[in-house]
């Protein structure tokens, strides 16, 4: 059976405890600050913390939550500091943790599965990625209810209390969101169902938990959009054809069981003016499906839109189903380019199979680029046991894999040095779980030769990550 990215979402509750991958295994261990040794010396410009979220448990005894993004919480924190590391992990204390952990219950909402009435202190099972609002670290996930934790202890403070009017519940809430490097502003959107469904695109000014509408989108049927672009004049959302009919949210059921694939209707990319806020343009192209957007940006008169994509939706709909594992089950590197004038979208393939892709967002994003990291998405993780990390150069399409026998690396992210000149002078830090010693590392990757530094050795292993960011110590 072959794991691709969300094929890792077959948390099912046939599959007996020691027939499960290693990396979808529950680590139950909360490691207080330890210090770690490097297997080689590490630079001492690396100061500050590497934080990790994703699902860590699955299961109450052989009973198991139903997909993967149902997992309990767990925060990762590697903190660098004069060439030592220091490791963290501990549970985000929401209401899925007390029911699962505390009550030995499995009834509370998630992507797969559904639960009764959302009591009033509820807190949200954030286990996809981690930001800073306001100041404050937050674990993000879809629902719209961002929650604080401490940078330093990995404790669970509350939830992220939004100053403003908009809704706070009963929405959809991008886990994606955007920092102007400019002005330090974020930027997101959200999906509101009732009364009438739209896209809210806002913005919240820095240092500010007050969310500032910039633009609405009115809409039938609300698409399924993991993440989105934005350049420096434009915020672009991809609509890709997997509908919700917002009445059928009513019925029950899981959040996710309600969305449907219909291929027959084009995918649309909206493109918002930031100054006007205006709806600009809309552009119709043949359908894909992707969680994630690796970057974009303004080329004279057109918009580059560079994504990881699928072919179709298959691995958000049918996660069980293997067939056309080749075309469906693998992201590929896919460059839309939107003349907008002529209303022109031309599609190439710019490299080889990625997924979780990261870039120099600092200095990056919204802006045109060379180099894209994110693991390979071609191996067999159940047989091989092996997925590497690549590096694709977006002009030359010329790709570097690190990789290793038995060794599967999650989502790198990139520190860049203090001072780079070049836009891959810095380092790659992703984990590992190494499968024959049945535990995982921290691999410190040259991302501009693309060869190890170092690794640092965890006591236990980790589960398939999600999501995570490099917090500098000045925050």
């Known amino acids: ?207 500010s938990s007050a969310r500032e509408v910039l633009a609405e989108i009115p809409v039938t049927k609300p698409a399924y959009m993991h993440s989105f672009a934005l350049t420096e004049h434009y915020v672009i959302l991809v609509e890709f054809p997997l509908f919700i009919d917002p009445q059928d949210i009513l019925k029950g059921g899981s959040f996710s069981s309600h969305y449907k694939w219909e291929p027959s209707k084009q995918m649309r990319i909206l493109v918002v003016d930031r100054q006007s806020k205006e709806l600009c343009g809309q552009y119709l192209a043949e359908p894909v499906f992707a969680w994630h957007h690796i970057n974009s940006y303004e080329d004279k008169g057109s918009l580059v839109i560079d994504m990881a994509a699928y072919s179709d939706a298959r691995t958000f709909t049918h996660p069980e189903d293997n067939g056309d594992t080749e075309q469906n089950r693998m992201a590929r590197f896919v460059r839309y380019t939107v003349n907008l004038d002529s209303k022109k979208v031309v599609k190439e393939q710019v490299g080889p199979s990625v997924e979780m892709p990261r870039i120099n967002y600092n200095s990056f994003n919204g802006k045109p680029y060379n180099y894209v990291y994110g693991y390979d998405d071609t191996h067999d993780l159940e047989g091989l046991k092996r997925r590497g990390l690549v590096k694709i150069d977006t002009k030359t399409k010329h790709s570097i894999l690190w990789s290793l026998d038995g060794c599967i690396a999650d989502e790198p992210v990139f520190v860049a040095r203090p001072g780079a000149i070049t836009e891959d002078d810095g380092v790659l830090l992703a984990c590992v779980l190494d499968t024959n010693a049945r535990k995982s590392f921290l691999l410190i990757l040259d991302a501009k030769k693309y060869t190890e530094i170092a690794r640092v050795e965890l006591p236990h292993h980790i589960p398939y990550g999600l999501h995570g960011d490099y917090l500098r110590s000045e925050l």
Request: glycine residues 6%; aromatic residues 12%; neutral net charge.
């Open 1 to 207: 059976m072959r794991y691709s990215f969300f094929l890792l979402c077959l948390c099912s509750q046939l599959v007996a405890l020691e027939q499960r991958p290693l990396g979808l295994t529950s680590l139950t261990v909360e490691t207080p600050q330890t210090k770690l040794k490097p297997t080689a010396e590490i630079p001492k410009w690396l100061d500050g913390t590497l934080v990790r979220n994703g699902p860590a448990l699955f299961n109450i005894g052989q009973t198991y939550v139903p997909h993967w993004f149902d997992g309990l919480a767990m925060l990762h924190a590697f903190r660098f500091a004069g060439g030592q590391v220091v490791y963290q992990n501990r549970f985000l204390r929401s209401s899925a943790y007390e029911k699962m952990v505390v009550e030995k219950s499995l009834d509370f909402p998630g992507f797969g599965q559904s639960a009764g009435k959302q009591e009033v202190a509820f807190i949200p099972n954030a286990n996809i990625n981690v930001a800073t609002f306001a100041g404050k670290c937050v674990a993000l996930t879809e629902i719209p209810l961002p929650v604080i934790f401490d940078l330093e202890t990995l404790d669970t403070i509350g939830r992220f209390h939004y100053q403003d009017t908009l809704p706070k519940a009963k929405i959809w809430e991008c886990a994606h969101p955007h920092t102007d490097q400019k002005t330090g502003d974020v930027i997101n959107y959200h999906v509101q169902f009732f009364p009438e469904a739209k896209y809210v695109i806002y913005t919240m000014k820095k240092g």
